[in-house]
């Protein structure tokens, strides 16, 4: 117990040192109030030094906009889970499987895809809702959809998860899904965090 308490609080240490690094470098390359605004738009999410990491390649088009915030963080998510659930696709037609492995890589693989899907609809819906930011309801409904597609994407991921953990499985296999997948769904957290703000702050 107390070298698990010491690897998270290493790893705890070792990620902020990697957030303020990032923030140096952006900071560097853009104006400062984009840089704060990204940094401080990201502390409300679960995954801080993902979120400024991931988005600070955006930072001239994002500038103090919600939206143009909300979208590269979309846009991030859908690459992650594509990444994701082309590596599974391809693991289900792998030699060697155990009928019981197989079966849950395919179940895996049937919600990555449905995850792909559900955030490949939500990046036109979240640019619909930017458009009509002036008519509260057409926007409260085009921003509830985003909300709730990029919430079952994250259920995907996390029964993903689930399918894939259990004794049975190969230990090899189970971490190179594993990895890709969280990898995912910490991105994908931060997006739909990041949408709330956007949905926050003009509804």
């Given at each position: ?96 499987l ?7 890589v395919?179940?895996?693989s049937?919600?990555m ?49 689930d ?8 230990g090899?296999?189970?971490?190179s ?27």
């Amino acid at each position: 117990m107390a070298n698990l308490t010491l690897h998270f609080l290493l790893l705890f240490l070792y990620f902020h040192c990697i957030l303020a690094i990032i923030t140096e470098s952006v900071t560097s390359q853009t104006d400062p109030n984009t840089t704060n605004f990204i940094v401080t738009s990201c502390r409300t999410t679960l995954y801080p030094t993902i979120c400024v990491q991931s988005l600070s390649a955006y930072a001239n088009t994002i500038q103090l906009n919600e939206l143009e915030l909300a979208h590269p963080a979309l846009t991030v998510s859908l690459s992650k889970a594509k990444i994701a659930s082309t590596y599974i696709s391809k693991l289900t037609r792998m030699r060697g499987l155990k009928p019981r492995e197989l079966q849950a890589v395919k179940d895996c693989s049937f919600n990555m895809n449905d995850c792909v899907h559900q955030l490949e609809r939500s990046i036109p819906e979240l640019g619909q809702s930017g458009k009509l930011a002036s008519g509260r309801d057409e926007f409260t409904w085009h921003v509830s959809n985003v909300q709730t597609w990029i919430s079952a994407a994250l259920t995907d991921q996390n029964t993903c998860l689930d399918m894939i953990n259990n004794p049975s499985m190969d230990g090899k296999i189970k971490d190179s899904i594993r990895v890709r997948v969280f990898v995912a769904s910490q991105v994908t957290s931060n997006a739909l965090a990041l949408v709330y703000k956007f949905a926050e702050k003009h509804s």
